[in-house]
């Protein structure tokens, strides 16, 4: 049975930190391109990370310099490693695998509510 599940967000301060933490089971981790999308109601789903299946990354510009992604192949997990955070980065973040050859092959996590406010 495949699942992602994410864990790790919460209410922060900005300026504040938060590492997100996306598990994965029942698939080839190591043979799927991993992202983190997020969504805010009234908003289209913005693209936030990519990591390749080759360790490959690239962020949203909204992002760069920020946050920090990354995945540990022999635990089945990747990571969002959140500085600097700014209101508008409020949302629920999503991660993503797909195939990196089979895109046919494309899971969700439930998500999780990441709350930057004072």
């Known amino acids: 049975q495949v699942q992602l599940v994410e864990s790790g967000g919460g209410l922060v301060q900005p300026g504040g930190s938060l590492r997100l933490s996306c598990a994965a089971s029942?698939?080839?981790?190591?043979?799927?391109?991993m992202r983190w999308y997020r969504r805010t109601p009234g908003k289209e789903r913005e693209l936030v990370a990519i990591i390749t299946n080759a360790g490959g990354t690239n962020y949203a510009d909204s992002v760069k310099g920020r946050f920090t992604i990354s995945r540990d192949n022999a635990k089945n997990t990747m990571y969002l490693q959140m500085y600097s955070l700014k209101p508008e980065d409020t949302a629920v973040y999503y991660c993503n695998a797909v195939h990196y050859y089979y895109s046919n092959y494309d899971y969700w996590g439930q998500g999780t509510q990441v709350t930057v406010s004072s």
């Open positions: 029942g698939f080839t981790f190591s043979d799927y391109v």
